[in-house]
Structures are given as C-alpha cells and as structure tokens.
C-alpha cells in the first residue's frame, strides 16, 4: 500500500519544480482540491525546500494514518530521526488541540508502525507566522526515544531540525527498511467504527501478526456463512466467542459495514442491547462524517448523517419492538449481528418488561428466542450473529449464552448452526445446553469463529488472563503472568486517589484518553468525590476533549461497568470499594443500603458484581492505577478492615505501589 500521497528521496524533491509537487499531491488526493488546500500545499513544499538543502533522507507529503482516519501533513527521514511535521500555514499560535494532534501521529508510528518502533521521533507543530525564538527538545517519561511535541515557525525550523539531528544518537534509519515496514493498529472500537464506516477496511485497521491473524479469519468464516446461506435458502446461527478485548465487536462492525447498502439482500444491521455504546458509535460516526465533510469543503448536516448511522447501528431493544408491530413481517436485514449476545434477556425479564412498557400481557418468549423468530420469518434465508463474552453477564435478567441454544432446540429445529470451539469453556456456562445440541443435524463447530488473542491491550496480550487469575483468586499464577507484561504495561496500586490522578496525567501524552471507572455498587467513595449515583452523559465522557469539564479526562466524573462496558480507555484508573472483598481467600460481596453493607447471598448476584470487576479491570489498553482506599476508622461503612484485605491481596500479586 502507498501510503503517501507525494514520497522522494530529499536530493530529488530539492530537485523537482514547485508544480511538479504539487501535480503529483493534486493527483494522490481523493477529494476535490479546494484553494485553501493548494495553497497550504504551495507554503509547505517552499517551506521544506528552503530547510532540507543541507540533508540527505526522504521526504512523505501526507502520509496515511488510517487507525485515525488522517494524514501526517509531512515525514522526514533524516539520520537516525524520524520527524513528524504539522503545519499549521498562517497561524499565530500554537493550539493545544494542534499539539495533541502532532503527539498523536507521532505515538501512532512509535505504537503501531514496526520499523518505527526503536527510532528517534520528533513531533514538530510548525505554526508559521508565530512567535518562536528558541525550541526545547526533550524526551517524554517514558524514555522511549518519542520526543515531546516541538513548537516552531517557519524560520526556526532550520534550527529545530539542527537541534534535534544533534540531540539524536544510534544509526541512520534505513529507508528501503522503513519504508518496507508493516503497519499494524490495534484501534479502539470508536476509532475502528470510524475508520469501517469511511471504508477502510479490517485488515488496514488490525494488526497482521500470527498471534492476531484470526480477526480476519473471523470475519471471513462469518462472510462464508451468510453467503452458504444465501447460495443454499437455509436459516443459520453463528456463534462467535473471545477473550475480553480480542475484536468481537470488530467482526460484527466490519460484516455490517461491508453490507450497508439497504438495497442489497446482503443488508445487515450491527444490533447491541449496550445502550451506552450504541449512542456513543452512533454519535462518534456522525461527528467524524461531518468534520470530514467540512474538510474537505462539504456542507453535512448532522441530523441526516445521524439517520444514516441508526439504521446501521441499532440497540436491540428497538429492533425487537419494530418486530412486535407486525408479527408476521420479516425485517429488512437478513443478517443480523447481536452484540454482547449473552446480555440478552431471560423469559422473565423479557415477560416482566413487555408486561409493564409495551402492554403484552401474555408474551413468552425469551428475548433470545424472540429475535431469531424475526429473522426466522424470513421465506428464503437469514443469518444471526452472535458476538459473545465470556463471564461478561452483569445485570439482572442476563440470559448467557445457554437461553440461545435452548431457544433453538425449543423452536427452530431446521436452522443450521455454526459454533466456536470455545464456546465449550467454563465461562460461558453452555456444558449442558451443547450436549443436547449435538444431537441435531446440522451443527458445526468451527476453530476460526474464537478470537484467542486480547487486542485491546497492543502493550500486552495477557491482561486479561491476569484479570481472571486474580478474579479466581490464583495469587501464584498471577505473579507469573505480571511479570511477563509489567515492563509493557505498567500496572501500579496506591491508596491515594490524588496520586492516582497524577499518575495517569503523566502516563497520557497527546489525546490518549484516561478516566476514573468504578463498580456500580460503590456508594462509599463519596468522600473521594465519587458518586456513582451521579449521573453522567457517556457520549460526553468518551468522547469530549480536555477542555470539556463533562469529560473523562476532567477526573471529576466516573463511569460504571454498565458505561464502560464494550468500550475502551487509554489509561484507567480502579477504585475499588468494599462491595467487593478479599477475605481468606475468598471473594465476600455486598450492596450498600441505607446507612450499612448488606451480604449478597444469591450466586448469579455474587456472579454479577465479579464480572462488574472483570469488565473493569479490563477497559484500559496501555495501563492502569488500581486505588484501594485506607478506610477510615470513625466510618463504620468504610471500616479500614473491609479494604486491608484487598490492597494486601494485590500487593502480594506484585503490583508497583505508588
């Protein structure tokens, strides 16, 4: 893939006529070539010209980022430095919004592009008619050879690129090497929608590695499905399972996003009972269709972006309801891709709802069961994807995984069904259910419909077996899996919410986003200035800049396992309460009421607010601080003996203490 619109060794481009430049930008650029662009262009190539006579290297106008969506306005390749230039042509001042965004393309090469890795990498923001009599070149904490974003002028430049080429040391980078070089993302599921929706597709949004390769065998044995289907007028279900984080959203997105046009009988529609999320997808996809638009010189209205994006992602509850207005009329899509499908609603739950909100007094059905008797209406074929979690069940009335199987054994004898192998592992509780399905025609277990690998994590891929470790109470284990991933992904505990904060605020460098996620049953954090009965907007908390108060970076909201859920953080902070307690060697669980803890004493309840922990202490992609709170004495609900406990239970693990 060429990445650049524009690339050529320096001595060339020094070499080539203005216009021959700019013929060769115009031509790479998929967009009409508005003036203003042209003219940015023009001040960018002079600019380069008049500072690169005394190098050798190469030179990349507009180098594609596609996990954000963007393009690196220049790369120079010069000695042992990689420089990331943002020119901002005629500006007076040095936005911080434009300093984010030059760390950002930085941090996407130092993360993501393989031969970028152990380089130098100066991020320069190049504000051309601002103040700048001296620029300051240093390293970041990290100590990871990525360079704190640089301010300069058009005039300073020279000097910049001097400074910097001086403060450098080790080998020149090598071009052919570099160039050759494989660029892997691992997105977060806002960026990744984004970058689907716009047209990219799985395979530049993912990384190409062994060990996550099956993202795109997913998503192609998924499409091999519904086209069987389709070819042969047979009903099927497909049941795709993972390890928190490994893409199963992903799939789902990219199946949908490759059959978006409503006219075809290969129409999908992307279904999640995840309201946060779907709000949060929803609003990110227009947001980003309308900065385009104004980019490239496009009036777009949001309102109509917006009905665009509903009709391609839908909360399930809405599905099901268009569903109850004809009982007898297929739906539109044929394909039909549940998200989080072991969230969906018991009998009861589902009797209780239809019941009180929509007048069906006597409705029995599952919600399971009645979403596929939608699909099943159809004369010819349908498909039902469902993306499921393992030990991810956290609310009241959450069927798991089993309620589907039950539903087709009970109703829908003829559908062909497609199972991961996994699905037979402890956390997804379908032992029994799967032995009766076996018996049927039809059933086909498939290797590649499990995604083995955590993707959330690029710095480590085994967060998530830490979690569980820790979660089932495996200390030993535990102490074994930290130290494998520590150096890539810091994990640190204190008992201090102050340090907390401080630690992600040094941690994050550019827009990388960092936020305070706790339990939904942690009442006693009010003392902190945490109330988890606070309400919150998650569309403003994901996806809000710094300057916003209503944001995650602000540290004065937080947001719950019910929020968070499905979704991801740069950096996040825990703050464990004490409804969740370590005492000999056991997990005790309660609920606040009133003015005192009370034990929760049902299992699928204790079940609940384990996976409440689970989901939590799996949201964060590139580390996190762990509080437990000292307690305090005089507060006979926040008794320092509920909380001893666990902060000495993770400390044995091995967690760096702050």
């Known amino acids: 893939m060429r990445r650049a619109y524009y690339s050529d060794k320096i001595s060339d481009f020094l070499n080539r006529s203005e216009d021959e430049v700019l013929g060769k930008l115009a031509q790479g650029n998929e967009f009409s070539l508005e003036q203003t662009q042209r003219d940015a262009w023009i001040e960018e190539i002079h600019i380069l010209k008049s500072v690169l006579q005394p190098y050798t290297g190469s030179v990349y106008f507009e180098y594609s980022i596609p996990r954000m969506g963007r393009r690196i306005d220049a790369v120079l390749i010069i000695g042992p430095v990689i420089f990331v230039l943002e020119f901002k042509v005629g500006e007076k001042e040095f936005p911080s919004y434009a300093i984010d965004q030059v760390w950002d393309y930085a941090l996407d090469l130092k993360n993501f592009h393989e031969t970028s890795h152990h380089s ?22 990290h100590n990871d050879k990525l360079l704190i974003p640089i301010k300069s002028n058009k005039d300073l430049l020279p000097q910049v ?17 570099w160039e050759s070089g494989r660029y892997q993302p691992t997105p977060n599921i806002i960026e990744a929608a984004m970058a689907l929706y716009s047209g990219h597709s799985v395979q530049e949004i993912s990384r190409s590695d062994a060990s996550a390769i099956n993202l795109s065998q997913t998503s192609d044995a998924v499409s091999e499905i519904i086209q069987f289907s389709r070819d042969n007028s047979v009903k099927s279900i497909c049941f795709v399972t993972g390890v928190p984080g490994a893409g199963k959203t992903l799939v789902g997105l990219n199946i949908a996003t490759k059959h978006i046009d409503k006219d075809n009988d290969l129409y999908s529609v992307f279904l999640s009972g995840n309201g946060p999320l779907v709000d949060i997808l929803r609003e990110a996809l227009a947001r980003n269709k309308v900065q385009k638009g104004k980019e490239n010189g ?19 509850h809405n599905f099901r309801d268009e569903g109850l207005i004809d009982m007898k009329k297929p739906p539109i899509e044929h394909v039909a891709l549940f998200d989080e499908a072991q969230r969906a609603w018991d009998l009861q739950q589902t009797a209780n709802f239809m019941h009180r909100k929509r007048g069906h007094s006597n409705f029995h059905a599952s919600e399971p069961e009645f979403l596929i008797s939608c699909l099943d209406r159809h004369r010819d074929w349908a498909v039902v994807v469902c993306l499921v979690g393992g030990g991810q069940e956290i609310n009241t009335g959450e069927a798991g995984i089993s309620e589907w199987i039950e539903s087709l054994e009970r109703s829908f004898p003829d559908w062909h069904v497609f ?15 799967l032995e009766a399905i076996k018996r049927r025609q039809n059933v086909n277990f498939k290797n590649e419909l499990h995604l083995a ?16 470790q820790i979660l089932d109470l495996q200390p030993t284990e535990a102490q074994k899996t930290l130290e494998k991933i520590k150096e890539k992904y810091p994990i640190v505990l204190t008992r201090d919410l102050a340090k907390a904060k401080q630690w992600l605020k040094t941690q ?46 602000y540290l004065e909201d937080v947001v719950t396992e019910f929020q968070v859920q499905g979704l991801e953080l740069d950096w996040a902070c825990v703050t464990w309460d004490a409804d969740f307690r370590y005492a000999k060697d056991n997990w005790e669980h309660f609920s606040f009421v009133g003015d005192k803890w009370n034990r929760i ?58």
Do not use: C
């Open 298 to 316: 496009q009036k777009v209205k949001k309102g109509e972006v917006m009905s665009e994006v509903k009709m391609f992602i839908q909360n399930v």
């Open 601 to 658: 004493r049902k299992p699928e309840r204790q079940n609940y607010l384990k996976n409440a922990y689970r989901v939590l202490l799996t949201r964060a992609r590139q580390g996190m601080v762990i509080v437990v709170p000292s307690g305090d004495k005089e507060d006979h609900t926040r008794n320092s003996e509920f909380y001893d406990p666990i902060f000495e239970y993770l400390s044995q693990i091995g967690f760096d203490i702050i």
């Open 453 to 468: 690998v955590s993707m959330r994590s690029f710095r480590a891929e085994h967060v998530s077996l830490l979690v569980k």
């Open 161 to 177: 690129l001097s400074d910097v080429l001086s403060f450098a040391d080790g080998d020149e980078v090598d071009l052919n090497f």
């Open 508 to 553: 994050a460098r550019g827009s990388e986003r960092y936020g305070i996620i706790v339990s939904s049953q942690a009442e006693r954090l009010k003392p902190h200035a945490i109330d988890v009965k606070s309400p919150v907007d998650p569309i403003h908390w994901f996806l809000d800049g710094k300057e916003d108060v209503r944001s995650s970076y």
């Open 419 to 433: 199972i991961s192998s996994r699905l037979t592992d402890s956390e997804y509780g379908t032992e029994k259910v």
């Open 120 to 141: 130098f990498i100066a991020p320069i923001l190049i504000a051309t008619n601002a103040k700048a009599d001296s620029a300051v070149i240093s390293t970041t904490l």
